[in-house]
């Protein structure tokens, strides 16, 4: 705890400077909380602060958004078959693809939120499965419309948000575990890594599909 050759003020001050420069914005007061001068224009392709969010939470939380958005913009007009498509017995489905990017999001709800080392309880009977996925995914994730996988990543995501929201910047840049010294920042962007990774699977499985 006592090691911080670059300490998290300077941190938030200096992203917030590179902020600035990546989007040709000034965006005064960006060490005030929620203050509406730091926020940019609600735009999926806006990277940046948010309403509502401290300016590292918020531009966090764009990032998450414009993430899962290129996860539902690619899978938006896939059938159940589709959605159901193994490309060969090692392969996850597509479906199961997103339940598991959703998954993600849950867990790490629950151990930066809720300060647990894995998933609660009643997480893990709804979630562990799209978590770990193969065989059992393969077999019990299959058989819904695209609505349905929609509708688990949008439930993370409000979660993620409502929490986010009673947070700041100084909680986001701290925090360890046992094993790892790395803050909440790095774990949120594990998530967003997640996604992005994905993402790039499901654009493969995508263009294998029968026509």
């Known amino acids: 705890?006592?090691?911080?050759?670059?300490?998290?003020?300077?941190?938030?001050?200096?992203?917030?400077?590179?902020?600035?420069?990546?989007?040709?914005?000034?965006?005064?007061?960006?060490?005030?909380?929620?203050?509406?001068?730091?926020?940019?224009?609600?735009?999926?392709?806006?990277?940046?602060?948010?309403?509502?969010?401290?300016?590292?939470?918020?531009?966090?939380?764009s990032m998450?958004?414009?993430?899962?958005?290129?996860?539902?913009?690619?899978?938006?007009?896939?059938?159940?078959?589709?959605?159901?498509?193994?490309h060969d017995d090692d392969s996850n489905?597509?479906?199961s693809l997103?339940?598991?990017?959703?998954?993600?999001?849950?867990?790490?709800?629950?151990?930066?939120?809720?300060?647990?080392?894995?998933?609660?309880?009643?997480?893990?009977?709804?979630w562990n499965v799209a978590m770990e996925l193969g065989k059992d995914a393969q077999t019990i994730i299959k058989g819904n419309k695209i609505d349905y996988y929609v509708e688990a990543m949008n439930e993370a995501r409000a979660t993620t948000k409502l929490e986010m929201k009673k947070r700041d910047d100084k909680w986001l840049l701290s925090g360890q575990t046992k094993d790892w010294d790395w803050n909440n920042y790095c774990k949120w962007f594990h998530v967003a890594?997640?996604?992005a990774n994905h993402r790039g699977q499901i654009t493969w499985y995508r263009k294998r599909l029968s026509k």
């Open 98 to 126: 997103m339940m598991h990017v959703a998954a993600t999001e849950v867990v790490y709800q629950d151990m930066t939120f809720f300060n647990l080392e894995g998933f609660s309880k009643n997480n893990k009977d709804k």
């Open 93 to 95: 489905s597509i479906g």
């Open 1 to 61: 705890m006592k090691k911080e050759n670059f300490s998290r003020r300077k941190f938030i001050t200096v992203a917030g400077f590179s902020t600035v420069a990546a989007s040709n914005l000034i965006l005064p007061g960006l060490g005030n909380a929620h203050s509406s001068e730091t926020v940019i224009e609600d735009n999926i392709n806006h990277i940046g602060p948010k309403k509502g969010f401290t300016p590292q939470i918020g531009t966090l939380i």
């Open 64 to 86: 998450l958004d414009w993430l899962s958005d290129s996860v539902i913009r690619v899978t938006k007009n896939l059938t159940v078959e589709q959605l159901d498509y193994l």
């Open 193 to 195: 890594e997640h996604f």
